[in-house]
């Protein structure tokens, strides 16, 4: 087949092993003979090298016609990325007509699978043809954007001294309370412990203590910069049962009366940072996709190998035209020493080599889709949040696809569409601590419907989530995100909080015996993939 598009050049230049810088894949498709400049620029590279570079396309432009070798063929001596790798067109098309035009419906928690579902929850019939060819993506990589906010790798400068934890609740006060000061008359708790008796107040701080009282009342102790006052919130006030769903640490704002004495507030209303109901997000210009990926476990014996080579299949066929960015929320690996036994389940036992096997799958990848990723709790980086960026080592080894690597969590522009992408660790424990109803692993969206309530990534520190003190807190969502990216969980959900598309992306992992021990049963072999220019998502099957 004729290598007339930049796709079909990045598809055969990873049929044989090798990756491409996006200029090297222009100028092959540029070329008057693609074929065999694609073939004479490989063989510039080396047999040793694992990228094709513009400066190897550019040597074998300037060195004229003449000196030309036979393109490159199936009997090229390169190595191939996996031996069991399929991709043959007519491969393909028989598994995408068996697993990839369905979705799993979102309101239902059997893991039941439809027809492509979107945010919306209107159906659209499965996607045809397109299958028996080679992707036709062909958007200028001129018109792309995407740039990182609040990536820490590098600035890390806690040492775990007392004051460093100061600094950080202190931030995150300042932050969230700037949020909350325009809605109540805030006073802060020095000076509202000198008010007098049956006076209005308004306090804004952070949760310190949560108790009920003997009556079944609910005292919640604030504290701000200046000390901490108790705020006594009646069983039958209509918002009471909110109570139920605060967090250690959270910040909140509360209005109330003093009592006679003004030694505590009766709390008339309350009031969290959350996301205005009036928020439009941002969308792209262009008719343009991301594939939203998370926990990948490269290294375990349950890594769904035959998922993943289908899914990177799918990204060089037509129905995948137009996905030119893949988000990946953490986890490419298994790790090792994560958890109880885990080396009876690992099939590599090396962690380099987990990544180094990452990386081979990586190269399945068509090479001019752009890539993002974080760090999760199974990666080699500090367990404590923020996490940074993987560190030179491990980046040399991810580079073949020219990865951008943020720390988690990162703010990820695409398009002019602000994505939040956070490992979410802390949804165990929002999900722990929460009543099923607002937070659970067969509905992962809504614990993240919490974090965005409360401005928060991860608010209550004390618990499994370890926090590391810096001189901010990078937890805190200080602008809304159009999209919340999260992953960790292994369960896939999704779903609009004020107009924010919150995903959580599963997983391509079947279930360990450690997650049977736990009752964890995965959503594997997923990939939601959303439009940039509307929100909406649809979600793709590959197991």
Not at 13 to 21: D, I, Q, S, V
Not at 122 to 138: A, D, F, L, V
Not at 396 to 411: E, F, G, K
Not at 492 to 513: E, I
Request: charged letters at 25%; a negative charge.
């Amino acid at each position: 087949m004729p290598l007339e598009t930049p796709t079909r050049i990045v598809r055969e230049l990873a049929r044989h092993g090798y990756n491409a810088e996006r200029e090297a894949v222009t100028l092959i498709a540029g070329a008057a003979d693609p074929e065999t400049t694609l073939a004479r620029a490989i063989e510039h590279a080396g047999a040793d090298a694992f990228r094709v570079t513009a400066a190897d396309v550019r040597a074998v432009l300037d060195s004229g016609p003449n000196a030309t070798d036979a393109p490159i063929s199936a009997s090229s001596t390169a190595a191939t990325p996996s031996d069991t790798t399929t991709t043959d067109a007519d491969a393909l098309s028989e598994s995408e007509s068996a697993s990839t035009d369905r979705s799993l419906d979102p309101s239902s928690s059997t893991g039941e699978t439809k027809a492509e579902t979107t945010t919306s929850g209107q159906s659209s019939p499965p996607e045809t043809g397109g299958s028996n060819s080679s992707s036709g993506r062909q958007s200028d990589p001129s018109l792309r954007s995407l740039s990182i906010t609040n990536d820490m790798t590098g600035q890390s400068t806690g040492t775990g001294e007392y004051g460093d934890f100061v600094k950080v609740f202190k931030d995150r006060y300042e932050k969230l309370s700037r949020q909350l000061r325009g809605r109540v008359n805030h006073r802060p708790a020095e000076a509202i412990q000198s008010m007098p008796g049956g006076s209005d107040a308004a306090m804004v701080g952070l949760v310190n203590d949560i108790r009920s009282t003997a009556s079944g009342h609910w005292l919640i102790e604030l504290e701000d910069t200046t000390g901490t006052f108790p705020c006594l919130v009646m069983k039958d006030r209509k918002f009471a049962s909110a109570v139920d769903e605060l967090l250690m640490d959270e910040c909140i704002a509360v209005e109330g009366t003093l009592a006679d004495d003004s030694g505590i507030m009766f709390v008339d209303s309350m009031h969290w940072p959350d996301v205005p109901r009036t928020h439009k997000p941002n969308t792209a210009d262009r008719h343009v996709q991301a594939a939203l990926i998370s926990d990948v476990h490269v290294g375990s014996q349950e890594f769904m190998a035959g998922a993943w080579h289908r899914f990177a299949d799918w990204l060089h066929t037509d129905a995948a035209e137009h996905v030119e960015y893949i988000l990946i929320a953490g986890d490419m690996v298994e790790g090792v020493g994560v958890y109880p036994n885990q080396d009876e389940e690992l099939d590599i036992v090396d962690i380099y080599d987990q990544y180094e096997q990452f990386s081979e799958y990586l190269k399945e990848v068509p090479g001019d889709i752009e890539i993002v990723m974080i760090p999760g709790n199974h990666d080699a980086v500090r367990l404590a949040e923020p996490q940074p960026g993987f560190d030179e080592e491990l980046r040399d080894i991810m580079s073949v696809h020219d990865a951008r690597i943020t720390s988690n969590p990162s703010t990820v522009t695409v398009e002019g569409v602000n994505v939040l992408m956070y490992h979410g660790v802390s949804l165990d424990e929002v999900i722990a601590e929460l009543p099923s109803e607002s937070a659970s692993y067969d509905e992962p969206h809504k614990a993240m419907y919490q974090l965005l309530k409360k401005r928060h990534v991860a608010p209550q520190y004390g618990g499994h989530t370890r926090l590391a003190p810096e001189e901010q807190d990078y937890l805190v969502m200080k602008e809304v995100p159009d999209i919340f990216h999260t992953g960790h969980v292994h369960k896939l959900g999704w779903g609009k909080y004020h107009n924010v598309l919150a995903v959580n992306s599963g997983c391509w992992q079947a279930q360990t015996d450690f997650q049977k021990s736990v009752n964890i049963d995965p959503d594997a072999g997923y990939a939601p993939i959303v439009d940039l220019d509307t929100l909406d998502m649809t979600v793709r099957k590959f197991s």
